[in-house]
């Protein structure tokens, strides 16, 4: 399985962007996907997840400003993250768990918050 993540890029505070991944294979539509996020000198946290039953979670920090969603047919998980701030500055990587557990991650995409 590969992950591809696009979507990235540098906005000025108030922006928004879109983050696709797009997921190799026939086993997206039953696994629980999620984006993560890391900033220079920071672990790597979770963003937002969304399981294969669409139930949806979210840091504390972006509720209400992002959305995360999965179109099954297009194997692809999508990041709308609006109202950006600069600490949403950092690497975004997608996660894919399938079944029993196994994990994989995208490359990750760089936003960057600046004026």
């Known amino acids: 399985v590969q992950l591809q993540a696009s979507g990235g890029g540098s906005v000025q505070p108030g922006g928004s962007l879109r983050l696709s991944c797009a997921a190799s294979?026939?086993?997206?539509?039953?696994?629980?996907v999620a984006w993560y996020r890391q900033a220079p000198g920071n672990e790597r946290d979770l963003v937002a997840a969304?399981?294969?039953?669409?139930?949806?979670n979210y840091a504390d920090s972006v509720k209400g400003r992002f959305t995360i969603s999965r179109d099954n047919a297009k194997n692809t998980m999508y990041l709308q993250m609006n109202n950006l701030k600069p600490e949403d500055t950092g690497v975004y990587y997608c996660k894919l768990t399938r079944p029993p557990g196994i994990v994989y991650w995208g490359k990750g995409t760089q936003v960057t918050v600046s004026s």
């Open positions: 294979g026939n086993i997206f539509s039953g696994s629980d």
């Open positions: 969304i399981s294969t039953g669409v139930l949806t």
